[in-house]
């Protein structure tokens, strides 16, 4: 299933909504000591809607990632206690988990390519056909037309130099961070490591 991401922010602004930034409030409190509610996290986004945020944390329950602790924090102004929640896991990518807590395949394609681009395989550049060579596993499929696209989008974007035709390698200034840059349907490429995309919208998020 695709996921909707809605821009609101200009462009080079940060984006505080979506699962990537629910998950890095969650790391930021477990860090400091500190449990959380859903509310908790809420409050720190640009106010996407509370529902999104509570399927989240239930779908890292069932992953066994989160937990409930059985105990309430009261906020004022608001009549019900909200339950609190710890992490049990704290892994650096964000978890792409199903409703039924089973961890998601769609997604990887992007991320294991952004791995490649990342590594020492592509430092004097790569082609799309090994990089999907290297990208594909036993439970991720990367086509050589995925791997084409993924390469198209990041150069357009500004991810990548041209070492000669058909061979790029990303820009050391472009590398920002281990989390890859998603390319959405409507061609946007937003960061996740830098929370930015390139236009204020609503996108799908294209999962090779």
């Known amino acids: ?82 339950p609190l929640y710890r992490l049990l896991k704290r892994p650096l990518a964000t978890p792409r988990i199903n409703r039924d807590g089973t961890q998601a395949v769609q997604g990887r394609g992007q991320q294991h390519m952004w791995n490649v681009l990342r590594g020492p395989e592509s430092r004097l550049g790569i082609s799309a056909e090994d990089l999907a060579l290297r990208a594909a596993t036993d439970e991720v499929t990367v086509t050589v037309e995925t791997a084409k696209a993924f390469l198209k989008r990041l150069n357009a974007a500004g991810y990548l130099a041209q070492v000669k035709h058909g061979l790029w390698k990303l820009k050391p200034d472009m590398n920002t961070g281990p989390l890859a840059p998603l390319i959405l349907k409507t061609k946007v490429v937003f960061d996740q490591n830098r929370r930015e995309a390139q236009s204020p919208l609503e996108a799908e998020e294209d999962r090779p």
Not at 16 to 29: D, T
Not at 43 to 57: E, G, H, K, P, Q
Not at 58 to 67: D, T
Request: hydrophobic share 40%; glycine share 8%.
């Open 1 to 82: 299933m695709s996921a909707i991401l809605e821009f609101q922010t200009a462009p080079g602004k940060p984006v505080l909504r979506g699962h990537a930034f629910f998950w890095s409030v969650m790391k930021s409190l477990a860090a400091g000591g500190e449990d959380f509610t859903v509310y908790d996290i809420w409050l720190r986004t640009n106010r996407t809607d509370r529902s999104t945020v509570a399927d989240y944390v239930k779908r890292l329950v069932k992953a066994g990632i989160a937990e409930e602790t059985g105990e309430c924090r009261e906020y004022a102004g608001r009549k019900r206690p909200q």
